[in-house]
């Protein structure tokens, strides 16, 4: 049974940072896209980022318009991982984050949330003014 678990949320300044992980398991994930959304009050889920598997050892990766330039996302395959490295925080990033995958080999990283088929429970990020 596949499980993810995010950990790193919490709260932070405007202009501050933070590192969002999440932990896969129940199965090996190298070739699977590792993605986040985020979920504000009375807001839609969002598309944040993810990273795609694209062959042999190269992965790609793509950002909601939103948070490009600021926010990077990676993975350690060893350790069935996923981070988002989020800096130059505003309180418009103030949301739940969760961490999706997704095992369907798509020609482009995916960006809805019908094409993720694993959800972790997420976790908290509230940016201060």
């Known amino acids: 049974q596949v499980q993810l678990i995010e950990s790193g949320g919490g709260l932070v300044q405007a202009g501050g940072s933070l590192r969002l992980s999440c932990a896969a398991s129940g199965g090996t994930f190298r070739r699977y896209t590792m993605g986040w959304f985020r979920q504000a009050p009375g807001e839609e889920r969002e598309f944040v980022a993810a990273?795609?598997?694209?062959?042999?050892?190269?992965?790609?990766?793509d950002y909601a318009d939103s948070v490009k330039g600021r926010f990077t996302i990676s993975r350690d395959n060893a350790k069935n991982t996923v981070y988002l490295q989020m800096n130059s925080l505003k309180p418009e990033d103030t949301a739940l984050y969760y961490c999706?995958?997704?095992?369907?080999?798509?020609?482009?990283?995916?960006?809805?949330?019908?094409?993720?088929?694993?959800w972790g429970q997420g976790t908290q990020v509230t940016v201060s003014s």
């Open positions: 990273i795609r598997w694209s062959g042999f050892i190269i992965y790609d990766a």
């Open positions: 999706a995958i997704s095992n369907s080999p798509y020609s482009d990283v995916p960006k809805l949330q019908v094409e993720y088929d694993y």
